[in-house]
């Protein structure tokens, strides 16, 4: 029988997911579309749709991407449940990246098929300079993809079992 305790990673996934979702949900059900909540000089709760992928891209075109977007998170989303379940015990870290981005994809997959647009609402700027605007979601997925470069370049140190 297959060792299911690497599927136990997908309990990091899943959290990811849970506070993606329910943190969309809060802002949704609290904030009007555009409204802007100041919560320090650099960073404020603005309620956007992001009907493209990162930084908006394809936003504008025309409804396709919905559906290429969709189709991509899930087809990534099937590869890193696989590749979870192949990791080395050793792997630690490489699974928690992995997680990380699972959850986040599977996330902003859900707001596509439900919504046709992606919640955002994280807004960091300076002066009159935005960053694009991002959910929790976007952040599983980028901290997760740092893990897994931190990992490939050996950066980070990790013990070998015997």
Not at 6 to 32: E, F, T, Y
Not at 52 to 77: E, K, P
Not at 120 to 132: E, G, I, K, N, S
Request: proline share 1%; charged share 15%.
């Amino acid at each position: 029988m297959r060792d299911l305790s690497r599927l136990k990673w997908l309990g990091l996934s899943l959290l990811a997911l849970i506070l993606d979702q329910a943190s969309k949900l809060v802002i949704a059900s609290s904030m009007q579309l555009y409204q802007s909540i100041p919560i320090t000089s650099f960073f404020k709760l603005t309620y956007v749709r992001n009907t493209g992928a990162a930084f908006s891209f394809l936003s504008d075109a025309g409804g396709w991407q919905r559906w290429f977007f969709a189709v991509l998170a899930i087809l990534i989303s099937i590869i890193i449940a696989v590749w979870l379940t192949r990791l080395k015990k050793q792997e630690t870290l490489l699974a928690v990246a992995l997680s990380l981005i699972l959850g986040g994809a599977m996330g902003n997959l859900i707001d596509r098929l439900a919504y046709g647009y992606v919640i955002d609402f994280l807004d960091v700027y300076y002066q009159t300079w935005h960053w694009p605007a991002f959910n929790v979601a976007d952040s599983a997925i980028t901290l997760g993809v740092m893990l897994m470069l931190l990992e490939s370049f050996g950066l980070v140190v990790t013990k070998e079992s015997d």
